[in-house]
């Protein structure tokens, strides 16, 4: 009895020193233990926070804009023509130059709608401090139009215009006046999709415009 004593213990020792061992306890011999195990799968170097560092594929990428220019108008259909893009499409870029070099800088409030609309503004840019101005009464496109200064520089025009903005005047406008006969050219800038509608059908009046881009219809 005492011998089955000894060997049920000596089993069980046995078995704690193999364990113990197998967990490295008892410092290694060649083996691997537990925590060498551990940290040989861990690599921490390797490790990253997922989404940090890595590029957003759907990041939008800064829209492309194109300009196309339509020239061989008059000064007058250029300006109609400007006005029908601008109805299109609001967001659209829109110019409108000469072919040749411009001969004056109109300032003006463009047209009112008949002469009594054409006298109350005249009225409130008396108001307002404004002398030097008139009403254009005589038949045409600019009828009832009020004439603030004609310039010959660009920049003396905006000058003005930029004068008028301070004492509240805010729809001045400045128009390239260029010799009877010169040809007039529009440009319009936005997203080549913005520009495919905004070009589509346009009417019989406008048919024979040219179109380029805008470098090739620089003069």
């Known amino acids: ?34 925590a060498e195990r551990l940290a040989a799968q861990i690599e921490p170097d390797k490790l990253h926070i997922a989404g940090k560092g890595i590029p957003k594929e759907n990041a939008e990428a ?32 829109i110019g409108q130059r000469p072919l040749d070099e411009p001969k004056s800088w109109w300032v003006h409030i463009p047209p009112l709608p008949n002469s009594a609309q054409a006298d109350k503004k ?61 040809k007039s050219v529009v440009e319009i800038r936005g997203t080549p999709q913005q520009l495919v509608k905004a070009l589509a059908d346009l009417p019989p009046a406008f048919s024979g415009v040219s179109k380029a881009d805008c470098a090739a219809a620089k003069p």
């Open 122 to 182: 005249a009225a409130e840019l008396s108001r307002l401090g404004i002398k030097d101005f008139y009403v254009v009464r005589e038949g045409g496109p600019n009828q009832y139009a009020i004439s603030l200064g004609l310039y010959k520089s660009e920049e003396s025009a905006n000058n003005y215009l930029n004068a008028l903005l301070k004492k509240s005047v805010k729809s001045a406008r400045i128009q390239v006046r260029v010799a009877a006969g010169d």
């Open 1 to 34: 009895m005492q011998v089955l004593r000894t060997v049920f213990f000596l089993l069980v020792l046995g078995n704690l020193l193999l364990f113990a061992w197998g967990q490295g306890y008892l410092g290694t011999t060649g083996g691997v233990g537990e």
């Open 62 to 93: 800064p829209l492309r804009e194109d300009c196309r220019a339509l020239a061989g108008l008059e000064p007058e259909a250029a300006g109609r023509l400007a006005e029908l893009f601008a109805g299109r499409d609001a967001q659209l870029k």
